[in-house]
């Protein structure tokens, strides 16, 4: 199994009911093979902070729940988690939340263990796909015994490695009874601080359980050194240096002190291995045990086994040949017929500040479009150009963000800008999906994860409700339309909304076949299509040419063309 279904395993044979999330790389497939067990009612949500607080309901009403996110959704939900920690649960609630070490698909590589940490809840860490099924599985029962939400820490390389799974039955869990209990949900600073003590009380319960769960294990072998390691780093280790003694931590918090005494004791050298923040680093040395971990281990970017036998035995660094010279460089780019490219071309070509977001069209930054200024984190685009304006109100500056990045949190501060009467520009780029992690559905394309029709949510009418004065619907593929209103738009000193429709060329329904060819009669050899940066045109000595098997025949070249060198053939 692949990680990702591997966790949806064991939370479905763990009893789960109810699964929420929004996605985000690299945890996106657990909820989508979870939907395909019917027992479980499995959505996504406009964002991580609502798909936490579903759950949350759910586990509170009485049935096990599961909130699915990467490692940024965690940030987005982390109002919920804190006081969740301070209510408990009624049933089950475990969140699985995905690190990206290395940034493969993320803008920051930051530490969930953080947040154990900080919310004083615990946190499991799988280090392969059969474990990530047996702890999501244990999880929910610990959940339920100590009456705590509980996280479970995956990365990219247990989100997206296979394993060997054995599958077991699904616990037939009977809901929980579900009583009125104030004293306990409602976090009135009276009844919160009494919660206070109870989370103190279940922490030092926690802390005498970790000493004995057979998550945490001691492996000694050769005792001239040991290595206090956890999730996918076990793995490596065990790869790379099979003769070293090892504590492997299941639970990354809180930590079995006694065990790391008694292991420390038995080697001579004690080394940390950790991705990311020296968490367990910190806590070891707080404890007076002397411990190498930062001065031999990088802190940033991933721990591959070829960096981690270069950091502990580096006279024995593998031999390997090198192909890199035979590879082709292929820099990222926007796919053929993208719906983005036309956008961002007229944006670079009007020279305005554009504030992006997180999505596919992060592309655009790279040349040739060499189009966006900012991209901080979902929603960020439309608040980061106010602040732009406010700073240099002589600017034309343009907030571009995706349909479902706009739903997960560009509408408070779409809001924001017109109680403040900003007169910046909002272009949300409508591909009918959340393309950038594998084309899942959202509010705005009317389909839920289930497979269910529902009510869409119309953008446009919704950005009119908000009082947003100025509001248009264009077509992707029309560059001298945006333009036109864009024009229109820099001249008012008020907000404006373009919805900006086009659709994801890996999820648009396939019909009639349409094919464009060059004229070399009347191409120039201008190459004004080729500024684009559409990987389905190319030069030759003198021309463009059109590459047929790459091209998905969306007609942007033919609309940048001033010669009407390119046209639609018949098929």
């Known amino acids: 199994m692949l990680g990702n279904e591997a966790f949806a395993r064991g939370a479905y044979e763990g009893g789960v009911e109810v699964a929420a999330g929004y996605p985000g790389t690299p945890s996106t497939e657990i909820l989508e093979f979870l939907s395909h067990y019917r027992e479980v009612h499995s959505r996504w949500c406009p964002n991580e902070k609502v798909a936490f607080e579903v759950a949350a309901g759910a586990a509170i009403g009485g049935k096990r729940?599961?909130?699915?996110?990467?490692?940024?959704?965690?940030?987005?939900?982390?109002?919920?988690?804190?006081?969740?920690?301070?209510?408990?649960?009624?049933?089950?609630?475990?969140?699985?939340?995905?690190?990206?070490?290395?940034?493969?698909?993320?803008?920051?590589?930051?530490?969930?263990?953080?947040?154990?940490?900080?919310?004083?809840?615990?946190?499991?860490?799988?280090?392969?796909?059969?474990?990530?099924r047996e702890f999501v599985r244990l999880a929910f029962a610990i959940s339920e015994e100590f009456d705590t939400p509980v996280l479970v820490r995956s990365t990219t390389r247990v989100s997206h490695t296979r394993g060997v799974v054995e599958e077991g039955e699904r616990e037939s869990i009977p809901t929980r009874r579900y009583d009125k209990r104030a004293e306990k949900f409602v976090m009135i600073p009276a009844f919160a601080r009494e919660r206070r003590r109870v989370l103190e009380e279940r922490l030092k319960a926690l802390e005498q359980w970790v000493e004995e769960t057979p998550l945490n294990r001691v492996e000694l072998r050769d005792r001239r050194m040991g290595v206090i390691t956890g999730g996918v780093l076990y793995e490596y280790l065990r790869e790379v240096a099979p003769e070293v003694s090892v504590l492997k931590l299941g639970v990354s918090f809180p930590l079995p002190r006694r065990k790391i005494r008694e292991f420390a004791s038995e080697v001579t050298e004690l080394f940390v291995l950790e991705e990311?923040?020296?968490?367990?680093?910190?806590?070891?040395?707080?404890?007076?045990?002397?411990?190498?971990?930062?001065?031999?281990?990088?802190?940033?970017?991933?721990?591959?086994?070829?960096?981690?036998?270069?950091?502990?035995?580096?006279?024995?660094?593998?031999?390997?040949?090198?192909?890199?010279?035979?590879?082709?460089?292929?820099?990222?780019?926007?796919?053929?017929?993208?719906?983005?490219?036309?956008?961002?071309?007229?944006?670079?070509?009007?020279?305005?500040?554009?504030?992006?977001?997180?999505?596919?069209?992060?592309?655009?930054?790279?040349?040739?479009?060499?189009?966006?200024?900012t991209c901080l984190c979902m929603g960020a685009s439309i608040s980061i150009a106010e602040g732009i304006k406010l700073a240099h109100p002589e600017l034309f500056v343009v907030a571009a963000l995706g349909d479902s990045t706009f739903v997960h949190a560009g509408i408070p501060p779409l809001i924001d800008v017109v109680y403040n009467k900003t007169p910046i520009v909002v272009l949300v780029l409508d591909n009918g999906t959340t393309a950038m992690t594998g084309g899942q559905d959202h509010?705005?394309?009317?389909?839920?994860?289930?497979?269910?029709?529902?009510?869409?949510?119309?953008?446009?009418?919704?950005?009119?409700?908000?009082?947003?004065?100025?509001?248009?619907t264009i077509s992707a593929y029309e560059p001298k339309k945006i333009r036109e209103a864009l024009e229109k738009a820099r001249k008012l000193s008020e907000p404006a909304f373009f919805l900006i429709q086009g659709p994801c060329q890996l999820k648009k329904p396939r019909g009639a076949v349409r094919r464009f060819r060059v004229r070399e009669d009347r191409c120039r050899g201008c190459f004004i299509c080729l500024s684009a940066g559409c990987p389905a045109l190319a030069k030759n000595e003198k021309t463009v040419v059109i590459v047929p098997e790459r091209c998905n025949a969306c007609g942007l070249c033919r609309e940048l063309c001033p010669f009407a060198a390119i046209e639609e053939e018949d098929v």
Request: with cysteine; glycine share 8%; net charge negative.
């Open 65 to 132: 729940a599961l909130a699915t996110m990467k490692h940024v959704g965690l940030n987005v939900a982390s109002d919920a988690l804190m006081t969740l920690a301070y209510t408990g649960v009624n049933a089950g609630f475990v969140a699985i939340v995905a690190d990206d070490p290395g940034m493969h698909s993320s803008q920051n590589e930051q530490d969930t263990r953080n947040y154990a940490f900080f919310a004083k809840v615990p946190c499991l860490e799988p280090a392969n796909p059969a474990e990530a």
């Open 276 to 373: 990311l923040d020296p968490v367990w680093e910190r806590e070891i040395r707080a404890m007076g045990i002397p411990v190498k971990g930062r001065e031999v281990f990088p802190g940033i970017g991933e721990i591959t086994p070829d960096v981690l036998i270069g950091c502990l035995f580096p006279e024995k660094k593998r031999d390997f040949v090198d192909l890199s010279h035979l590879l082709i460089l292929r820099p990222p780019t926007l796919c053929a017929g993208c719906p983005h490219r036309g956008v961002f071309k007229v944006l670079r070509d009007m020279k305005a500040v554009v504030c992006g977001d997180i999505g596919c069209y992060t592309l655009s930054t790279l040349p040739p479009l060499s189009a966006m200024d």
């Open 443 to 472: 509010p705005a394309t009317g389909r839920t994860l289930m497979g269910e029709e529902t009510h869409r949510l119309d953008l446009a009418q919704l950005a009119r409700a908000v009082g947003v004065p100025f509001v248009e």
